[in-house]
Nanobody, 127 residues
Framework: QVQLVESGGGSALAGGSLKLSCAASGSSFNTYCMAWFRQAPGKEREGVADINTYGAPSYADSVKGRFTISKENAAETTLYLQMNSLKPEDTGMYYC????????????????????WGRGTQVTVSS
């Protein structure tokens, strides 16, 4: 059973940076697709970025060039999301998610394709 715990959220001004972390217990990430999702009040949960077992990242268009997803290399038990050039529309609850996927992440970065979730960490960006 995979357990995920996010940390690193907080408040930032537009143009600033935050780095989120996701610590996994029960497994390492080497056989899982890992992803970050976010959900703003009144909106659906959306996929922000994912990274497959080979370390290849993929990003939503809205964050491409600003956010970087990565895994801690040695033990592969920590997932990161470096967020730069933050915008107010980046505000929301950010969730770490995982699904067993040896050969690649599910297409489309949809929430129902992921089996394990953290409780989330709040990110608030003000202008």
């Amino acid at each position: 059973q995979v357990q995920l715990v996010e940390s690193g959220g907080g408040s930032a001004l537009a143009g600033g940076s935050l780095k989120l972390s996701c610590a996994a217990s029960g497994s390492s990430f080497n056989t899982y697709c890992m992803a970050w999702f976010r959900q703003a009040p009144g909106k659906e949960r959306e996929g922000v970025a994912d990274i497959n077992t080979y370390g290849a990242p993929s990003y939503a268009d809205s964050v491409k060039g600003r956010f970087t997803i990565s895994k801690e290399n040695a033990a592969e038990t920590t997932l990161y999301l470096q967020m730069n050039s933050l915008k107010p529309e980046d505000t929301g609850m950010y969730y770490c998610a995982a699904t067993y996927a040896i050969y690649g992440c599910p297409t489309g970065r949809r929430p129902d394709n992921f089996d394990y979730w953290g409780r989330g960490t709040q990110v608030t960006v003000s202008s």
